[in-house]
């Protein structure tokens, strides 16, 4: 069974930074594209960043130049640093990898539970 396992939310004051960080485990052949993803609420999920197998990097506008993603492929892990925190980037996140769970199997998404960070103004 294939998880992915988020840590790191919490509350934090504005212009704070927070590291949150996701595990995939279970047995799979490979992790595809790793990303982050938010939820607001009363708001419709959003993509934050994304990073490929290579490190190829992609983030939203609103998150440009605060938020850094990174992986350790050692570890089946994806990383999100975010410095200086705004009220609104309070939401739930959301790991999501693309995993080929055997050689001869298609990759799908996979999704952690979310972890909750809030921003205090």
């Known amino acids: 069974q294939v998880q992915l396992v988020e840590s790191g939310g919490g509350l934090v004051q504005s212009g704070g930074p927070l590291r949150l960080s996701c595990a995939a485990s279970g047995r799979f052949f490979s992790i595809n594209t790793m990303g982050w993803y938010r939820q607001a609420p009363g708001k419709q999920r959003e993509l934050v960043a994304t990073?490929?197998?290579?490190?190829?990097?992609n983030y939203a506008d609103s998150v440009k130049g605060r938020f850094t993603i990174s992986r350790d492929n050692a570890k089946n892990t994806v990383y999100l640093l975010m410095n200086s925190l705004k009220h609104e980037d309070t939401a739930v996140y959301y790991c999501n990898a693309g995993i080929r769970p055997g050689l001869s199997m298609y990759a799908r998404d996979y999704w952690g539970q979310g972890t909750q960070v809030t921003v205090s103004s």
């Open positions: 990073i490929t197998s290579i490190c190829g990097t």
